[in-house]
Nanobody, 124 residues
Framework: QVQLVESGGGLVQAGDSLRLSCAAS????????MGWFRQAPGKEREFVSA????????YYADFVKGRFTISRDNAKNTVYLQMNALKPEDTAVYYC?????????????????WGQGTQVTVSS
C-alpha cells in the first residue's frame, strides 16, 4: 500500500479557489491511479475525480466538471486538485485515495489506500 497525506483545505467564500495536495509515500507512486473523494456531513463518501498513472487520463464527477482540475507530479509523488468557482455545496472532507493501475472502477471499494482527509468549507 501507499501512505497518503492531504493538505490545502480551509475556509473560503463562494466563488473562491483552493488547491488540495496529496503527498504519497511507500510503494512506487506511478503504479497507482489516484483519486479524490469527498464526504459531507450525513452523506456517503462520493467520487470527485481521478487521474491515470501517467497523468494523461482524467475523470470527473459531473458536479465538478469545468470547475475542478486534477493533476499529478510523479517526480514529487504528489497529486493535486485545483478547485475553482467553489460553491457552498462543495463543503466536505476531501480524501485522497489510491488504487493499483489496472483495477477498474471508481467506487470507494475500488481504492485501497486513503488519506486522513482535509476539510473544505465554502461559505455563501
Amino acid at each position: 500500500q501507499v501512505q497518503l497525506v492531504e493538505s490545502g483545505g480551509g475556509l473560503v467564500q463562494a466563488g473562491d479557489s483552493l488547491r488540495l495536495s496529496c503527498a504519497a509515500s511507500g510503494r512506487a507512486f506511478s503504479n497507482y491511479v489516484m483519486g479524490w473523494f469527498r464526504q459531507a456531513p450525513g452523506k456517503e463518501r462520493e467520487f470527485v475525480s481521478a487521474i491515470g498513472w501517467r497523468g494523461s487520463t482524467t475523470y470527473y464527477a459531473d458536479f465538478v466538471k469545468g470547475r475542478f482540475t486534477i493533476s499529478r507530479d510523479n517526480a514529487k509523488n504528489t497529486v493535486y486538485l485545483q478547485m475553482n468557482a467553489l460553491k457552498p455545496e462543495d463543503t466536505a472532507v476531501y480524501y485522497c485515495a489510491a488504487k493499483p493501475r489496472g483495477r477498474v472502477g471508481f467506487g470507494v471499494a475500488d481504492f485501497g489506500s486513503w488519506g486522513q482527509g482535509t476539510q473544505v468549507t465554502v461559505s455563501s
